[in-house]
T-cell receptor, first 110, second 112 residues
Framework: SQQGEEDPQALSIQEGENATMNCSYK?????LQWYRQNSGRGLVHLIL???NEREKHSGRLRVTLDTSKKSSSLLITASRAADTASYFC??????????WGAGTKLIIKP | EPEVTQTPSHQVTQMGQEVILRCVPI?????FYWYRQILGQKVEFLVS????????KSEIFDDQFSVERPDGSNFTLKIRSTKLEDSAMYFC??????????FGSGTRLTVV
């Protein structure tokens, strides 16, 4: 079954604004992770939130997890041009394999 | 900060040829993975490796694929007879605990 569906598929905002991306999943999880990928480049791990956590912060990033709704959100505050990238959520399956969403393409306009 | 290193960054190969993608995981990590991402599509799990054996593999990881940890530091993915549809970005990842992965920067494989 499909896991980790992000929305929106694309988001374009002005520099300095906040960006919110959402992720929904279908089955129970141990944890949910968010990654960033600059165009055609590698995957950079941003933050991991465990199933018993509701909110986590890292710098300008804030992640929430609602296991009852099987959803998570990633908030980037005070966005910068360098935040332009694709953002993926990934949930763990059996034996620690990650199941990925299709990603949100974030464009920060200067 | 420790890194996962992948080589080459880009490989072009002819259909039917064998390719070996190389990865050097973080030295004290115990879990190793290969994922791939076809251009414009989702990242897909290929295989996980722990304690010198495959612990899980996806349907994509058929008999054309194999993994090895030949010398305790490298972790390789071999594709025996490449097809056009194998063209993708291949990512290696490692983890110390099974959570909190570190990914390499990927190898872009182009099959022509």
């Amino acid at each position: 079954s499909q896991q980790g569906e992000e929305d929106p598929q694309a988001l374009s905002i002005q520099e300095g604004e906040n960006a919110t991306m959402n992720c929904s999943y279908k089955t129970s999880i141990n944890n949910l992770q968010w990654y960033r990928q600059n165009s055609g480049r590698g995957l950079v791990h941003l933050i991991l939130i465990r199933s018993n956590e509701r909110e986590k912060h890292s710098g300008r990033l804030r992640v929430t997890l609602d296991t009852s709704k099987k959803s998570s959100s990633l908030l980037i505050t005070a966005s910068r041009a360098a935040d332009t990238a694709s953002y993926f959520c990934a949930t763990d399956g059996s034996n620690y394999q990650l199941i990925w969403g299709a990603g949100t393409k974030l464009i920060i306009k200067p | 900060e420790p890194e996962v290193t992948q080589t080459p960054s880009h490989q072009v190969t002819q259909m039917g040829q064998e390719v070996i993608l190389r990865c050097v995981p973080i030295s004290n990590h115990l879990y190793f993975y290969w994922y791939r991402q076809i251009l414009g599509q989702k990242v897909e799990f290929l295989v996980s490796f722990y304690n010198n054996e495959i612990s899980e593999k996806s349907e994509i990881f058929d008999d054309q694929f194999s993994v090895e940890r030949p010398d305790g530091s490298n972790f390789t993915l071999k594709i025996r007879s490449t097809k056009l549809e194998d063209s993708a970005m291949y990512f290696c990842a490692s983890s110390g605990t099974g959570y909190g992965y570190t990914f390499g920067s990927g190898t872009r494989l182009t099959v022509v």
